[in-house]
């Protein structure tokens, strides 16, 4: 990357363009291995509004940034906002993901805020397009534990879907679809 020329005459001067490359690289090399994304969701209610009382119930958004600290573990840090009619909630989560195997990984979880707990989830693949994770979650306010599975398969290239069991005090079942491609994603779920 480095060009020799009539503007580089000098010893000084290339010493300091070769720095300036290899800080360069070094900034590239920490850009690889660390990765924050975000996410903004808005609930709305086509019968809500319908009834006259507007079509927006709510509102959520996410940040994490992800980073590799060996080959095998990573770390994510995280925080999230919802608001829902007059009411808000917030939580700080930090993840520590170990790859136990080409198909397999646990995931140790601890979040802080209106739903503090800590949780413990592994996954696996099943095929080339199926996984299926189990977790167990316990609340630190009130000592409830909850049970999770989820089996996901992939569609398409840009298309997934996915069925949840909760088990807990708020137990739930789901079925969902979640649409990413380069500078769009979207995402659905039934749940009852």
């Given at each position: 990357?480095?060009?020799?020329?009539?503007?580089?005459?000098?010893?000084?001067?290339?010493?300091?363009?070769?720095?300036?490359?290899?800080?360069?690289?070094?900034?590239?090399?920490?850009?690889?291995?660390?990765?924050?994304?975000?996410?903004?969701?808005?609930?709305?209610?086509?019968?809500?509004?319908?009834?006259?009382?507007?079509?927006?119930?709510?509102?959520?958004?996410?940040?994490?940034?992800?980073?590799?600290?060996?080959?095998r573990n990573a770390i994510a840090i995280g925080g999230n906002l919802?608001?829902?009619?007059?009411?808000?909630?917030?939580?700080?989560?930090?993840?520590?993901?170990?790859?136990?195997?080409?198909?397999?990984?646990?995931?140790?979880?601890?979040?802080?805020?209106?739903?503090?707990?800590?949780?413990?989830?592994?996954?696996?693949?099943?095929?080339?397009?199926?996984?299926?994770?189990?977790?167990?979650?316990?609340?630190?306010?009130?000592?409830?534990?909850?049970?999770?599975?989820?089996?996901?398969?992939?569609?398409?290239?840009?298309?997934?879907?996915?069925?949840?069991?909760?088990?807990?005090?708020?137990?739930?079942?789901?079925?969902?679809?979640?649409?990413?491609?380069?500078?769009?994603?979207?995402?659905?779920?039934?749940?009852?």
């Open positions: 990357g480095l060009e020799l020329g009539p503007k580089l005459n000098k010893a000084e001067e290339i010493k300091e363009e070769l720095e300036r490359l290899r800080r360069r690289k070094e900034q590239e090399n920490l850009s690889a291995h660390v990765q924050p994304s975000g996410l903004i969701l808005a609930n709305l209610s086509l019968p809500q509004f319908l009834d006259g009382d507007g079509i927006m119930t709510g509102m959520a958004m996410a940040s994490e940034v992800q980073s590799q600290i060996s080959k919802a608001v829902r009619g007059n009411s808000g909630d917030g939580a700080a989560t930090a993840v520590l993901r170990h790859q136990i195997s080409s198909g397999s990984s646990i995931e140790f979880m601890a979040s802080a805020g209106l739903r503090a707990l800590i949780g413990v989830q592994t996954s696996r693949h099943l095929s080339l397009h199926s996984t299926a994770t189990m977790g167990i979650t316990m609340s630190l306010r009130d000592g409830s534990i909850n049970l999770s599975n989820s089996w996901t398969r992939q569609l398409s290239e840009t298309l997934n879907g996915n069925i949840e069991l909760a088990f807990g005090p708020e137990s739930s079942v789901a079925v969902g679809w979640q649409k990413k491609e380069d500078k769009m994603s979207a995402a659905g779920e039934i749940k009852f």
